[in-house]
């Protein structure tokens, strides 16, 4: 039972869309780019809205609408031209979404992007689902901050409660000396702002849950990340984790899909400590790219799956049928990639296969995502070395 009524939900689940249905994707980056392929190849159509012309979706997609998110007008052309809308990114006009709910069939509804689009929000809904986060607290003032830091210890987070990704919008406070600077900083940003008690975590995990209109809910396989600078650098799958953790990853995905009502996907991203306890860190509704090692390695991707999901179709088996490494490729290591890529001798670890998959980005600026290679391996060993022995991620 979900805790959203019959008289708020925004989907129907007795709404089936066949593929030969147009979806309507709001963002035209690299997940919408993928989510349109896998789309594609099930006879479905797709139509984008993005600024930017010939985005990555807008690449492959059957048309692109080229205005900013906020266009009242170009959002009601995109109602018109699709069946059904998705996202492929939180940071949703509030104008435009309301616009798209009453003019066209929006499954994953606004109340859950409301949710993820606030830190504080979103802890909250999490707790209430009953899975565990870090302990936190909201912060109003300096000394609000000075006295919460006092009460976690050093070092802590403290993060705006809107926007900011990749490291951006978050200060890790480590003395009391830096509680003015850090408070000053991150109050520019004119939203509330939260910290977090910094949890010593082990690892850092995700799963990507779905769950559809018709109340069906799959987990893939928990991913295992290793961050960068504070950007995902690469996904192992299966995660190195003991089985009974890797349950209990899934088991609180699932739980966050169906007790948030969410339709599409849901990735989850967890710590988890050297005592085996699992918190929850952040939610993104949404494919996400901690789980582009489902592109090739599982049964289903998560861009078939999103896709399955929000026309209400059965969803796929998210079962692995390889050990993976996925390893982002930024602009940094583009070159590396396509130097390698036309070598003879680029298979060079017996036993790997590497999918290099790239997202039509024009340019390859230092630390942008700009695609992934996937290596689909008999170990993650093996993997590794490849990684090694290809030197395109020589620099990290």
Same mark, same amino acid.
Request: aromatic share 6%; net charge neutral; charged share 20%.
């Given at each position: 039972m979900t805790r959203q009524t019959e008289q708020n939900r925004t989907y129907?689940?007795?709404?089936?869309?066949?593929?030969?249905?147009?979806i309507g994707v709001l963002g035209g980056g690299q997940l919408g780019r993928m989510m349109a392929l896998a789309g594609s190849a099930m006879g479905y159509r797709f139509v984008t809205l993005d600024p930017t012309p010939d985005s990555p979706c807008g690449q492959v997609a059957d048309r692109q609408i080229v205005a900013p998110y906020h266009d009242v007008d170009a959002a009601r052309q995109l109602a018109e031209l699709a069946d059904v809308i998705t996202y492929e990114f939180e940071n949703v006009d509030a104008d435009v979404t309301k616009l798209l709910m009453a003019e066209s069939y929006v499954p994953q509804g606004s109340k859950l992007l409301y949710t993820t689009q606030h830190r504080?929000?979103?802890?909250?809904?999490?707790?209430?689902?009953?899975?565990?986060?870090?302990?936190?607290?909201?912060?109003g003032s300096a000394e609000e901050l000075r006295e919460a830091v006092r009460r976690f210890g050093t070092p802590c987070v403290l993060k705006t409660a809107t926007g900011g990704y990749d490291g951006k919008g978050q200060w890790v406070i480590r003395s009391l000396d830096e509680v003015q600077e850090a408070y000053d900083t991150l109050s520019r940003a004119r939203t509330e702002l939260v910290l977090e008690q910094f949890v010593h975590f082990t690892k850092e995990l995700s799963v990507i849950a779905a769950r559809s209109p018709r109340g069906e809910v799959k987990a893939f396989p928990a991913a295992e990340n290793v961050h960068v600078n504070n950007i995902l650098h690469l996904s192992v799958v299966p995660a190195r984790v003991p089985e009974e953790v890797q349950r209990e990853a899934e088991r609180m995905a699932l739980r966050i899909a169906e007790e948030l009502d969410v339709i599409g996907l849901i990735a989850v991203e967890?710590?988890? #400590? &050297?005592?085996?306890? =699992?918190?929850?860190?952040?939610? +993104?509704?949404?494919?996400?790219?901690? *789980? $582009?090692?489902?592109?090739?390695?599982?049964?289903?991707?998560?861009?078939?799956?999103?896709?399955?999901?929000?026309?209400?179709?059965?969803?796929?088996?998210?079962?692995?049928?390889?050990?993976v490494v996925m390893v982002n490729v930024l602009g940094e290591h583009v070159q590396p990639l396509l130097d390698w890529i036309v070598r003879p001798e680029a298979e060079q670890v017996p036993?790997? #296969? &590497?999918?290099?998959? =790239?997202?039509?980005?024009?340019? +390859?600026?230092?630390?942008?995502?700009? *695609? $992934?290679?996937?290596?689909?391996?008999?170990?993650?060993?093996?993997?590794?070395?490849?990684?090694?022995?290809?030197?395109?991620?020589?620099a990290i």
């Open positions: 129907d689940p007795s709404k089936v869309l066949p593929p030969g249905a147009a504080l929000r979103e802890k909250r809904a999490i707790e209430a689902a009953g899975v565990k986060v870090a302990p936190y607290a909201e912060i967890l710590f988890l #400590t &050297a005592d085996g306890e =699992l918190f929850v860190n952040e939610l +993104a509704p949404r494919p996400h790219n901690s *789980g $582009h090692y489902t592109m090739g390695a599982c049964r289903t991707s998560q861009f078939e799956q999103h896709v399955r999901a929000i026309a209400n179709l059965p969803l796929g088996d998210p079962a692995l049928m390889t050990p036993g790997v #296969t &590497a999918k290099v998959h =790239l997202y039509g980005k024009q340019e +390859a600026k230092a630390g942008r995502k700009m *695609g $992934h290679v996937n290596l689909l391996a008999a170990s993650h060993e093996a993997a590794f070395d490849w990684i090694e022995a290809s030197k395109i991620w020589d």
